[in-house]
């Protein structure tokens, strides 16, 4: 079982070269197999979510400058790596009291599902070439996310800025929830059945061991590979079937 719940993973490096034959394996599948799909998640998969909680924490210290000079200086006390996958716990570890933390939530909940906060998101290694090359191979990439379509502007942005194949509709498709209340895991299950009537869904990439599952129940033959990044803390056995790989770099 999943042992380090609601914190970024800390598991051993997969050997460099058992990622590489494992990335290498799918752009293989892919070029023997012209249109087939990868399906790559966004947050904490292509992209590392740290950033833009630093920045909040960072406008949040801020604002309690004036008022609370202690707790404004524990807050800029978290570092990168003492991120949680939740605020309210990251906060708690801090020495926060209940009463702030709950109020740091709130704040944070305002701003991280907000399109210029996007763009602090940096990339996952090698994630910008291992997607053109899913291209270059004659493959197709769906970027399948949780966000919804309020984050679309955002979303294409950072896309573009960090180099990722431009969605277009056709070999590079963008998968955004319709609405921001809908679970991801339901979105996802729904969208996939979806993905699968418009051709050969390969392999994916996601940090979520219960998404990675649900991949594998959707599209037994294919690939699918979980990030070791940071997850919900779902406690979610990881089936047999997983290829777990620590970025996307060859």
């Not at 800029?76 to 933390?101: C, P």
């Amino acid at each position: 079982m999943w042992k380090s719940y609601n914190r970024y993973m800390n598991f051993p490096a997969p050997r460099a070269n058992d990622q590489k034959k494992l990335l290498d394996a799918l752009l293989e599948d892919v070029a023997a197999s012209p249109g087939a799909i990868v399906v790559f998640d966004l947050d904490d998969t292509l992209f590392s979510t740290a950033d833009r909680h630093l920045r909040i924490l960072a406008e949040f210290a801020a604002r309690l400058e004036a008022s609370d000079a202690r707790s404004a200086d524990l807050v800029r006390s978290i570092t990168r790596e003492k991120l949680r996958y939740s605020v309210i716990d990251t906060a708690k570890d801090h020495g926060l009291d209940e009463a702030l933390a709950k109020d740091l939530k709130n704040f944070w909940f305002a701003r991280f599902f907000k399109n210029p906060y996007l763009l602090e998101d940096s990339i996952i290694a090698g994630g910008p070439e291992y997607a053109a090359e899913v291209l270059a191979r004659g493959g197709r990439a769906f970027y399948m996310t949780g966000r919804d379509e309020g984050m679309r502007e955002g979303t294409e942005a950072s896309l573009l800025r960090h180099r990722f194949p431009e969605p277009d509709g056709n070999k590079v498709v963008l998968v955004l929830k319709p609405r921001f209340d809908t679970p991801d895991f339901a979105f996802k299950n729904e969208a996939l059945t979806k993905i699968g009537e418009l051709g050969a869904v390969l392999g994916s990439f996601e940090n979520e061991p219960g998404h990675v599952n649900m991949f594998i129940e959707h599209f037994p033959k294919g690939r699918h590979f979980l990030l070791e990044t940071k997850h919900s803390g779902k406690p979610v056995e990881p089936h047999a079937a997983t290829l777990k790989i620590k970025d996307f770099r060859r």
